[in-house]
């Protein structure tokens, strides 16, 4: 056991591996390990001292963020116990799975007095390349409500919504637009086009800058509380870090949805099920716990990408334009509508997103040929790193 005197320290790091011992352990194996040299590697700043009786370590709060990292020992089950003393808001981490200093995951903790009812007591975090991918309550969207609430204050704003229409032509042969509809023929002062990852023929012009491409979610039968809370305690929203990522999260009936790209192409029922099979595969080895959980709901959708996977705002061939969304979604989408909007109002907008010369994808039309291509350098990749 090792004390920690925390009147200097606001953040242990101790991104260590391991705090102990070789084999899984019971109580007969256990090893105080001393933070002596020949154990530790310990970072510039940090001493040993001798506290309440004990050899300590005095972690400084310093930008550089200084670690006791253990030396030799690979921790693999068992119980690490390691007393800490806090009176800062922010106690001391404690690594683990640890690849190098920038890769690894935390478990910190909050020395608050009503611990029994906080979720930010204890907290976990993983650090990948040196970012923290710090979350501590859950936040997530719901996208169809988020558009019915959209839709309803538009509506209130004496905004006329046509749904079942398809737009099949936009062409300007005098002052204004005509846009030919399956409903028939609206003329406008201006023309948005919206349409992300479902442009058509109807804008060829868009058509050759985005790359519609799909994503899919599945969602098991509810789970037992005990298990939902063991899958994602605090009911944390979360994705990975690789390309073809997975996200995940539970739903108000504990349901866990799981989503990836596990097809490129556009959903239909064929596509649907192969992506069910493909993204429950993927659940099964992030959570093989629920192996047995049968899958009740999927689907899937378009988003759209671009060639350097950055959304994009602005005007071609005298027609304003927004989307480009391949894992912006919908907090970027309205971003964007609405600057784009308050420029067709005549604003003078700048932003990073605008761009009026907007290149199109070489040797692309609209059929994404290449996606089976891309597709495969990036599982390479994912498998690689
Ligand atoms: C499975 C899935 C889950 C997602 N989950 C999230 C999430 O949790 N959070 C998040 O932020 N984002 C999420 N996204 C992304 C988000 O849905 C998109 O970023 C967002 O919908 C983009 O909004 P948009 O209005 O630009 O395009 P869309 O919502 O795709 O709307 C484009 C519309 O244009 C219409 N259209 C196209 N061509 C024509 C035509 N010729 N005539 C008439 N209409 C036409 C289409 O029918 C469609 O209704 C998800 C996407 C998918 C596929």
Known sequence: MAHIDPRLAALLLAHAASFALAAPVGAAD?????????????SEGIAVVEHRGVQAIEIPRLPTRPDAVLKGPAFTNGTIEVDVEGSTGLGPAIGFHRR?????????????????????????APVTKGVLLWDLFPGWQAPARYVAGLA????????????????????????????ATSAGEVSAGDVLVATNGYTDGAVPALQRRFV????????????????????????RVAFDSKHFLYYFRLTADRRLLFGGRAEFSRPDEDTTRRAARILRAGLTTVFPDLAARSIDYAWGGNVAFTRDQMPRAGKLDAQYFAGGYCGHGIAM??????????RIAGEPIEHPLFDDRFAAIPLYSGAPWFLPLVGAYYRVKDWVQ
């Open 30 to 42: 256990a090893a105080i390990i001393p933070f002596t040299p020949d154990r530790w590697t310990l």
């Open 152 to 179: 309803g204050a538009v509506i209130r704003a004496g905004v006329a919504i046509a749904t079942g229409v398809s737009v099949t032509r936009i062409a300007k042969p005098g002052r204004d637009w005509i846009v």
């Open 212 to 235: 519609p491409v799909g994503s899919y979610i599945i969602a098991t039968e509810p789970l037992s509380d005990a298990q939902a809370s063991a899958v994602l305690p605090h009911r």
């Open 333 to 342: 989408s309205t971003y964007l509508g609405e600057l784009i909007a308050r």
């Open 100 to 124: 190098d200093r920038t890769t690894h995951e935390l478990f910190y903790l909050r020395p608050n007095p009503d611990c029994a009812t906080r979720p930010d007591c204890v907290q976990y």
